[in-house]
C-alpha cells in the first residue's frame, strides 16, 4: 500500500468552512501570492467572500483536524463547470492533496449533471504543478470560457466527464 493511498483513508472532505480560521488564512495566502504572481488583467482568484456565491460549492480536505487543502466548483451552466480555488496547503504539498480534492470536485460535478468541467490557471512556473495535474487527470488544454479572455499568461483546460 502506497502512502496516499494510507494517507487517503484519514481524511475527510467537508463543503463549506469558508468562516473556518484556518481556511480563511489558506484563503488568504492563496489570494495573496495569485495577486503578486499574476497580471492584473488575468488574475481571477477569488477572495473568500467571492467563494459564497450560490453557485459555488465550497469544499476543504482534512486529516483530523487539520486543513490539506481546498478547493471549489462553480456552476457555469446547466452541464458545464468550472474548478476554482484549487489550494494545498504548504505542509501537505506532494501528498495526493490536490488529486484527491479534483476528484471530488469531479464527482459531485458528475451528481450535479454537468458533463463539462473547465478550469483557468497560469502559464508560468508559479503554475506548473498544478498544470501537471490536470493534464494528468485528463483535462486537455482548451479556449477561453465564460467571460475569460485568452492573455500570454493564461492558460486554460477542460474535460468531458
Same mark, same amino acid.
Given at each position: 500500500?502506497?502512502?496516499?493511498?494510507?494517507?487517503?483513508?484519514?481524511?475527510?472532505?467537508?463543503?463549506? !468552512?469558508? =468562516? @473556518?480560521?484556518?481556511?480563511?488564512?489558506?484563503?488568504?495566502? @492563496?489570494?495573496?501570492?495569485?495577486? +503578486?504572481?499574476?497580471?492584473?488583467?488575468?488574475?481571477?482568484? %477569488?477572495?473568500? =467572500?467571492? *467563494?459564497?456565491?450560490?453557485?459555488?460549492?465550497?469544499?476543504?480536505?482534512?486529516?483530523?483536524?487539520?486543513?490539506?487543502?481546498?478547493?471549489?466548483?462553480?456552476?457555469?451552466? #446547466?452541464? @458545464?463547470?468550472?474548478?476554482?480555488?484549487?489550494?494545498?496547503? =504548504? &505542509? +501537505?504539498?506532494?501528498?495526493?492533496?490536490?488529486? $484527491?480534492?479534483? =476528484?471530488?470536485?469531479?464527482?459531485?460535478?458528475? !451528481?450535479? &449533471?454537468?458533463?463539462? %468541467?473547465? %478550469?483557468?490557471?497560469?502559464?508560468?512556473?508559479?503554475? +506548473? +504543478?498544478? $498544470?501537471?495535474?490536470?493534464?494528468?487527470?485528463? /483535462?486537455?488544454?482548451?479556449? #477561453? /470560457?465564460?467571460?475569460? *479572455?485568452?492573455? #500570454? /499568461?493564461?492558460?486554460?483546460?477542460?474535460?468531458?466527464?
Amino acid at each position: 500500500m502506497n502512502s496516499n493511498t494510507a494517507n487517503e483513508r484519514l481524511w475527510s472532505v467537508h463543503e463549506g !468552512e469558508l =468562516d @473556518h480560521r484556518d481556511v480563511q488564512q489558506l484563503l488568504d495566502q @492563496h489570494f495573496t501570492e495569485m495577486r +503578486a504572481g499574476s497580471p492584473p488583467s488575468a488574475c481571477h482568484v %477569488l477572495p473568500a =467572500d467571492g *467563494l459564497k456565491s450560490p453557485d459555488i460549492r465550497f469544499f476543504t480536505l482534512r486529516e483530523k483536524n487539520e486543513l490539506l487543502g481546498c478547493g471549489a466548483l462553480k456552476r457555469l451552466g #446547466p452541464d @458545464h463547470g468550472e474548478v476554482k480555488s484549487m489550494r494545498t496547503g =504548504d &505542509g +501537505a504539498r506532494g501528498r495526493g492533496v490536490g488529486k $484527491a480534492l479534483l =476528484d471530488h470536485i469531479v464527482a459531485v460535478a458528475r !451528481e450535479e &449533471g454537468m458533463t463539462r %468541467l473547465s %478550469l483557468e490557471t497560469g502559464s508560468t512556473a508559479q503554475f +506548473a +504543478a498544478a $498544470a501537471r495535474l490536470y493534464e494528468r487527470e485528463g /483535462f486537455e488544454p482548451s479556449g #477561453p /470560457f465564460s467571460d475569460y *479572455l485568452d492573455t #500570454p /499568461f493564461t492558460r486554460f483546460f477542460s474535460k468531458a466527464i
